[in-house]
């Protein structure tokens, strides 16, 4: 059930992507294809700047600073994605725009949120 997990919350993520790609000017994903991978993309570089800089800095941190950070690793992740095309407007508008949708619809599955409480 992990791996179904993950690959639930990567859909989703791809989802969420396409939809905000919608929604905001100045950032664009070629298909469903290049959402999925922008999102294991953004997934890779927000593990890897938690791991240097820690929860507080993270994409997934709250506050300003994670909000800047998630523009940040956004604007980065066009140079590994193909099809993907994002400005500086565009990727603090994405993050802002999946800040709000991540308030309704989070994007963590049940699976992830069973064993955070489990380890609180």
Same mark, same amino acid.
């Given at each position: 059930?992990? #791996? ?13 992507? *396409?939809?905000?790609?919608? !929604?905001?000017?100045?950032?664009? *994903? =070629? ?6 991978? !922008? ?5 890779? !570089?927000?593990?890897?700047?938690? =791991? *240097?800089? =820690? &929860?507080?800095?993270?994409? #997934? ?27 500086? *407007? =565009? +990727? ?20 992830? +949120?069973? &064993?955070? &409480?489990?380890?609180?």
């Amino acid at each position: 059930m992990h #791996f179904l997990g993950h690959v639930v919350r990567f859909i989703v993520s791809a989802l969420v992507l *396409i939809v905000v790609g919608w !929604l905001v000017p100045q950032f664009s *994903i =070629g298909g469903f294809g290049s959402a999925l991978l !922008l999102a294991l993309v953004i997934a890779l !570089l927000g593990w890897a700047i938690e =791991g *240097i800089f =820690g &929860k507080g800095v993270s994409p #997934f941190g709250r506050g300003i600073v994670g909000f800047l950070v998630s523009a940040l690793v956004i604007w980065l992740a066009q140079f590994i994605v193909s099809g993907v095309s994002v400005s500086i *407007i =565009g +990727a603090l508008l994405a993050a802002l725009v999946i800040g709000i949708i991540d308030l309704f619809i989070p994007v963590s599955t049940p699976f992830n +949120a069973a &064993k955070e &409480k489990d380890s609180h």
